[in-house]
């Protein structure tokens, strides 16, 4: 995992676009959309998965549920 949250824009319930260092990135495709339900005992929250793509690069970004905020998770070049 990446510890770093992103800012991420949505029109309805498709990403359009997401910061991450400063920069921003337009969303070209969502190749795949997972919900992770978390370790239930270790108190984590519902996770939702986003692998997108950008240009040349592949992110993969989610929403934490329970923290009610966006991270980035990994990134391919």
Known sequence: MIPAEIRVVKAGNRLVRFQWKGRWYAVTSIEDEW??????WHDEGEKTFYRVSS?????????DAK???????????
Do not use: P
């Open 67 to 77: 923290e009610k905020g966006w991270h980035m998770y990994r990134v391919y070049d």
């Open 35 to 40: 919900v992770d339900t978390g370790e239930w």
């Open 55 to 63: 240009g040349t690069s592949v992110f993969e970004l989610y929403y």
